[in-house]
């Protein structure tokens, strides 16, 4: 099941704050974070295991709610190089690896 | 260390032929993952092996399509025969152990004419 994520896209100028959300019909073992440039790989960011734990890089961190099966990222005063497409990949756990992700939620951080 | 490598970055090649993309990933990483991405789909799951070992292939859209792992330090996925839809661009991307970071690598863009 692909999680869903919203909002699809969203414009900021320089500074600005944004959430970006990832839900799950199912059960979470764990939510992984990617941000993809245009024309570029996906880079990763953070996992965040069940447990309900909060992780920070820089100035963007991300929550994971394991009852509500969802996740959270949260970026502080945007930077220009943040720029992107967000990306969430859920993991059911179960021994499998697999990774379903979201389509994607589009950050344009202007001046 | 180098990152994932894939080749060739670029095919454009006509329907019906078929076509062959590499990937070595990260020395000292046991699993790999092929990817396919498009704008309709998205970032979808291919195929994932683990140790060589195809684990879940439930992602491979038809008998057209098909991966080996021969060793630790090499991966294949396989196209034949090709057609305009598959065009896309395909990630392969490794990682040491499950829940760990999948590190991807910079793409193949394929163009089926």
Not at chain 1, 72 to 88: K, P, V
Not at chain 2, 10 to 39: A, D
Not at chain 2, 53 to 70: L, N, T
Request: aromatic share 10%; proline share 5%; glycine share 8%.
């Amino acid at each position: 099941q692909q999680p869903v994520q919203s909002p699809q896209a969203v414009i900021l100028r320089e500074g600005e704050d944004a959430v970006i959300n990832c839900s799950s019909s199912k059960a979470l073992y764990s939510v992984h974070w990617y941000r993809q440039k245009h024309g570029e790989a996906p880079v990763f960011l953070m996992i965040l295991l069940k447990g309900g734990e909060q992780k920070g890089h820089e100035k963007i961190s991300a929550s994971f709610n394991e009852k509500k099966q969802q996740s959270s990222l949260y970026l502080t005063a945007s930077q220009l190089s943040y720029s992107g497409t967000y990306f969430c990949g859920t993991e059911r756990g179960g021994g499998s690896e697999k990774l379903v992700f979201g389509k994607g939620t589009k950050l344009t951080v202007n001046p | 260390d180098a990152g994932v490598i894939q080749s060739p970055r670029h095919e454009v090649t006509e329907m019906g032929q078929e076509v062959t993309l590499r990937c070595k990933p990260i020395s000292g990483h046991n699993s790999l993952f092929w990817y396919r991405q498009t704008m309709m789909r998205g970032l979808e799951l291919l195929i994932y092996f683990n140790n060589n070992v195809p684990i879940d292939d439930s992602g491979m859209p038809e008998d057209r399509f098909s991966a080996k792992m021969p060793n630790a330090s090499f991966s294949t996925l396989k196209i034949q025969p090709s057609e305009p839809r598959d065009s896309a661009v395909y990630f392969c991307a490794s990682s040491t152990r499950s829940q760990e970071t999948q590190y991807f690598g910079p793409g193949t863009r394929l163009l089926v004419l």
